[in-house]
Nanobody
Framework: QVQLVESGGGLVQAGDSLRLSCAAS????????MGWFRQAPGKEREFVGA????????TYADSVKGRFTISRDNAKNTLYLQMNSLKPEDTAVYYC???????????????????WGQGTQVTVSS
């Protein structure tokens, strides 16, 4: 059983930074790509970015490229999302997720991910 627990969300002002963490249980964290998604009120869940199992491949949604950075520490079973220059439109519940298969790259579709955290709220005021 894989459990993912996000933390680090909160209320910030536009232009501020936040770092989200996703702690994973189990011994398979380092074998799978991981992703970050977000869901704003009244909107569908959307891809934020993903990182391959080794960290060598990282992809981002255009809306966060240049502002957000994904990283992982396989020794600590932890995934990170560093968010800089936050905007009000970044307000959402942020979820981490584990890919459903041991593939080498990254995938953007939420249907490619099998395990999800409970989410952490990020609110950016203007």
């Amino acid at each position: 059983q894989v459990q993912l627990v996000e933390s680090g969300g909160g209320l910030v002002q536009a232009g501020d930074s936040l770092r989200l963490s996703c702690a994973a249980s189990g011994r398979t964290f380092s074998s799978y790509a991981m992703g970050w998604f977000r869901q704003a009120p009244g909107k569908e869940r959307e891809f934020v970015g993903a990182i391959s199992w080794s960290g060598s491949t990282i992809t981002y949604a255009d809306s966060v490229k240049g502002r957000f950075t994904i990283s992982r520490d396989n020794a600590k079973n932890t995934l990170y999302l560093q968010m800089n220059s936050l905007k009000p439109e970044d307000t959402a519940v942020y979820y981490c997720a584990r890919d459903s298969s041991r593939q080498y790259g990254t995938r953007w579709s939420e249907f490619s991910y099998e395990y999800w955290g409970q989410g952490t709220q990020v609110t950016v005021s203007s």
